[in-house]
């Protein structure tokens, strides 16, 4: 189902996401401005440890909570960089919630618990498998390195 979306990068090239096939995937609504924020930090470095593995992080910048990613996408793209020394892929900035949900949250939200229903807040995780199904849901508090997160990777991979 995620793998059907094709999502604009954060420098405006297209990306179908069946390009991630045969990996395993989080994707993660991100924001600059928020408590949460200094989950990048976990965020690459989960990132730089099993990528070789196939495990691949997409980043969803969407400023839906309190206005807490109002950058445009070239100032998000530098947060991140200077920041965090992201490397992990950056989409452009997407709505996760209300009106104007992007198609792809749509479909994630619309999954039968405890899978769906609505994004909490900024860096609520999705696992996806190889196969490109939805399998888990972690919280936006509940750190990307928490060891339940990391055993459900480990699993997948």
């Not at 965020?43 to 196939?54: N, P, T």
């Not at 949900?101 to 909490?120: C, E, I, K, N, Q």
């Not at 936006?140 to 459900?152: K, L, S």
Request: aromatic share 10%.
């Amino acid at each position: 189902m995620v793998l059907e979306f094709t999502m604009q990068r954060i420098d405006g090239t297209e990306e179908p996401l069946e390009r991630y096939r045969g990996n395993v995937l989080m994707l993660v609504n991100v924001a600059s401005k928020c408590g949460l924020t200094p989950q990048y930090a976990a965020l690459q470095a989960i990132y730089e440890r099993y990528r070789d593995r196939g495990f691949e992080i997409l980043g969803f910048p969407a400023n839906d909570f309190m206005g807490q990613e109002p950058g445009t996408n070239e100032e998000i793209a530098a947060f991140c960089d200077l920041n965090y020394g992201v490397t992990f892929p950056l989409f452009a900035k997407i709505s996760v919630k209300g009106e104007g949900m992007h198609p792809l949250y749509r479909a994630l939200t619309s999954l039968p618990a405890p899978l769906g229903g609505d994004v909490l807040w900024n860096f609520q995780k999705y696992l996806v498998d190889r196969d490109g199904n939805v399998v888990a849901k972690f919280d936006p508090r509940t750190p990307p390195d928490a060891p339940e997160v990391i055993e459900a990777i480990e699993q997948l991979l």
